[in-house]
């Protein structure tokens, strides 16, 4: 894969799981990247981390809450200062909310997840693509799910906030792709990330290694992915190598999502 020497990259969500092994494959090839996670305590010790293994790379860290409007425009300012230019957005903060059917889900927690997985990579976009443009164009890469691209029961406001991140990802391409900016969309199945494991806690809070063993078994894989996985991936969507796909949701799931309706 081509070098992204001389190239920035913004990551939010940075401190863990998909986010940091994204900012890891990247640091691999020589990015400087903007650190942004709403745990500073996280994300210092990621910085740590990457510095310690990546030393000709550039870390900026930036604290932030992504549905905060003012917060993200502060990043992307932050950025722009530090490094001169931003050559690639992966909008991955996110949150799954709660288990729980569409009747019974918490009104403000529906709300909360609304604000951060599509407000937060909407205003990621609207503050990232006039930098892009300045640039000669650029890449995004946002972070819908599986659960953008079908169903999944008891998951409504995940399930709606990735689809709309995944229309919202079709729309840019149209709209900016003659600006050299290229956006596409990861859709990641059950990855064994911090906040997938959370989730088998609430589905098997007495055993929740048996709730994984369970989901793993229906998978064509018989697997979860490894977030090294994700990271490649989004790698090659934000290098120059890509040069014509956009508009895309690209599944990464072991092919799970091919599966009709839930089994």
């Not at 931003?86 to 709300?111: C, H, M, P, T, W």
């Not at 990621?124 to 300045?134: R, S």
């Not at 911090?194 to 055993?207: L, R, S, T, Y």
């Amino acid at each position: 894969m081509s070098s992204f020497k001389g190239k920035t990259i913004i990551v939010t969500g940075a401190a863990m799981g998909l986010g940091l092994a994204a900012a890891e494959s990247l640091a691999s090839k020589g990015a400087d990247i903007t650190l942004v996670d709403y745990n500073e305590d996280a994300l210092q010790k990621a910085k740590s981390e990457l510095q310690s293994k990546y030393p000709e790379s550039q870390f900026l860290t930036c604290t932030a809450d992504v549905s905060v409007e003012e917060n993200v425009k502060a990043y992307v300012d932050a950025t722009v200062k530090e490094f001169g230019k931003i050559d690639g957005l992966y909008n991955n903060a996110g949150i799954e909310g709660r288990q729980a059917s569409l009747v019974d889900y918490d009104v403000n927690v529906f709300k909360k997840v609304v604000d951060i997985n599509l407000m937060g990579v909407y205003y990621g976009m609207k503050y990232v693509i006039p930098e892009l443009q300045k640039n000669g164009g650029g890449r995004i890469v946002n972070v819908a799910s599986v659960g953008g691209i079908r169903g999944v029961a008891n998951q409504t406001a995940y399930v709606a906030t990735k689809h709309a991140v995944a229309g919202m990802t079709k729309n840019a391409a149209l709209e900016y792709g003659k600006f050299n900016i290229l956006t596409n969309a990861i859709a990641p199945g059950a990855i064994l990330t911090p906040m997938v494991a959370e989730a088998f806690k609430q589905v098997n809070p007495g055993d929740p290694e048996a709730a994984e063993a369970e989901y793993a078994s229906r998978n064509p894989t018989r697997k979860l992915g490894d977030p090294k996985d994700v990271g490649s991936l989004v790698a090659f969507l934000l290098s120059d190598e890509n040069g014509y796909v956009s508009g895309q949701v690209i599944a990464i799931d072991g092919g799970e999502s091919n599966m009709y309706g839930n089994p």
